[in-house]
């Protein structure tokens, strides 16, 4: 198989090349800079060039707060640009998967979120995320992989957020205790997309890791891995206003996906501890 992945230098399009690689299929990561969501023509061009079964549209402007900012920017990347990468691979026969995100749904349901249940989103991001699902699905065929809380190497996450935190001497760091949801560590995310695709998979799947988890439990299952003598305070979100709302709960069900790979999903803590045992590994070089 032949993978064209747009967003390659991101943390997730890293772990894509890198298992696709280690398969034995061939790989063509394009950076942000070159795979540039806003220019079609040069999106059809590299998929002309390069010829692949399948191309993965793995690019999208993450920062929340920001998209509040710039909302416009944020659909012309996550919701035009997805269209976009999904012309470039119908140009070219190719598979289209596209990653999007539990921030399609509203946050304030008590039990998991199904594919079909209903998108709602309350962001900036949540909304230019959800357009962009909707122009990859009008392409017959295409993938959309729905995922949360996603960590690893090759860019920024929450653990790295916090570990950076103790690196600077903080003993005491607040995390909100009242947001539940599921990391998701970045090389399972990629290894089941190529599953995924090998099953034939199409229309929208979940994918995250398990257990659910608070942001203040998920800190300190990191320091409890890393650094014990790090203290996490528990705080309501109300207590760290953000330009961008946050959900409450945004697990997403991940029924089907178990059910299309023939194995229940991997736990987040041993991506954590591969995380960590990574971060160890370059200190000591």
């Known amino acids: 198989m032949r993978w064209l992945v747009f967003g390659g230098e991101g943390l997730l399009g890293r772990a894509v ?17 070159v795979a540039d969501l806003e220019r079609p023509e040069a999106l059809v061009a590299r998929a002309r060039e390069f010829r692949p079964g399948v191309i993965l549209n793995a690019a999208a402007f993450t920062r929340v707060d920001d998209c509040e900012r710039e909302e416009a920017l944020a659909m012309a990347v996550n919701g035009d640009g997805a269209g976009h990468a999904a012309a470039a691979a119908a140009a070219v026969g ?6 999007s995100t ?15 249940a209903t998108a709602a989103p309350q962001t ?14 009008a392409h017959p065929g295409a993938l959309v992989v729905r ?4 960590f690893g190497a090759g860019g920024p996450n929450f653990v790295d957020t916090m570990l950076a935190l103790a690196a600077r001497g903080e003993r005491r760091i607040r995390v909100v205790a009242d947001q539940t ?4 560590y970045a090389p399972h995310l990629a290894a089941a997309i190529l599953d995924l695709v090998a099953r034939g998979a199409e229309g929208i799947v979940h994918y995250r890791d398990r257990e659910p988890v608070t942001w203040a439990g998920f800190a300190r299952a990191i320091f409890d891995e890393w650094l014990p003598a790090v203290e996490i305070v528990p705080v309501t979100t109300a207590e760290v206003p953000r330009p961008a709302r946050r959900p409450a709960y ?21 991506g ?6 990574q971060h160890r590994a370059e200190r000591r070089h």
Do not use: C, I, M
């Open 17 to 33: 090349a890198r298992e696709a690689r280690r398969r034995g299929d061939a790989v063509l990561a394009l950076g942000q800079e």
């Open 94 to 99: 190719a598979r289209f998967v596209h990653v």
């Open 102 to 116: 539990d921030y399609v749904f509203a946050g304030t349901a008590s039990t998991p979120y199904l594919e079909t």
């Open 124 to 137: 900036a991001y949540g909304r230019s995320k959800l357009a962009g699902e909707r122009q990859a699905l």
């Open 147 to 150: 995922t949360s809380w996603l």
């Open 181 to 184: 949801g599921a990391p998701t």
């Open 250 to 270: 945004s697990v997403l069900d991940v029924s089907t996906a178990e059910a299309l790979l023939g194995r229940r999903v991997a736990l987040w803590h041993s």
């Open 272 to 277: 954590l501890v591969a995380h960590l045992n």
